[in-house]
Nanobody, 117 residues
């Protein structure tokens, strides 16, 4: 079983910055993609950013140029640096990690990010 421990959420003013961190523990075997989703006012969770095991990255258009995702393979950890935050970035941010032979996606419990105007 894989556990994802997230940290770094909170309240910030528009224009500010926050950094989210996530570490995968437990039976972390064949860890491949890691990243972040978020759920704001819409019911569906949306992809924010992903990083593959080779270091390549993918970003949602809404965060390109403002967010940076990075990972530490030695620690099975991923970090999301968020800048120039707007109220539209408010939501619960979920860490994900694909593990195992079939790249099973594991989800963290979520961390709240609130951006005030």
């Amino acid at each position: 079983q894989v556990q994802l421990v997230e940290s770094g959420g909170g309240l910030v003013q528009a224009g500010g910055s926050l950094t989210l961190s996530c570490a995968a523990t437990g039976n972390v075997f064949r860890l491949s993609d890691m990243g972040w989703y978020r759920q704001g006012a819409e019911p569906q969770r949306e992809l924010v950013a992903m990083t593959q095991s080779d270091g390549s990255t993918t970003y949602a258009d809404a965060v390109k140029g403002r967010f940076t995702i990075s990972r530490d393979n030695a620690k099975n950890a991923v970090r999301l640096q968020m800048g120039s935050l707007t109220p539209e970035d408010t939501g619960v941010y979920y860490c994900v990690a694909d593990v195992g032979r079939f790249s099973t996606r594991n989800w963290g419990p979520g961390t709240q990010v609130t951006v005030s105007s």
